[in-house]
């Protein structure tokens, strides 16, 4: 069994930044795909970013293309998503979760994934 603990979310104005942090335990994360989605009021929960047990492959929705970064420390069994260039339609709920599937267009649903954190807010105001 693998706990999750989201944190770094917040309130943040239109074109700054936050960082959220994703904290596991009981199982190494190196040995998951780690992903972060993210859950509007009254939508879908819709994928965001996602990267590989090593780090060195990543993929992001496009609608956070270059703006969003993925990136996860394994020795210190934390994962992360940095997040610049914020605007309203970024206001969610951001929950991070890991999948044993290695890659593959799979990981970009949300059924794939086994663990989930509880999420963090963040709110962009404009």
């Known amino acids: 069994q693998v706990q999750l603990v989201e944190s770094g979310g917040g309130l943040v104005q239109a074109g700054g930044s936050l960082r959220l942090s994703c904290s596991a335990s009981?199982?190494?994360?190196?040995?998951?795909?780690m992903g972060w989605f993210r859950q509007a009021p009254g939508k879908e929960r819709e994928f965001v970013a996602v990267i590989n047990w090593s780090g060195g492959i990543t993929d992001y929705a496009d609608s956070v293309k270059g703006r969003f970064t993925i990136s996860r420390d394994n020795a210190k069994n934390t994962g992360y998503l940095l997040m610049n260039s914020l605007n309203a339609e970024d206001t969610a709920v951001y929950y991070c979760a890991l999948t044993r599937f290695i890659g593959g267009s799979v990981t970009y649903t949300a059924r794939a994934y086994d663990y989930w954190g509880q999420g963090t807010q963040v709110t962009v105001s404009s």
């Open positions: 009981g199982r190494p994360l190196s040995t998951y795909t």
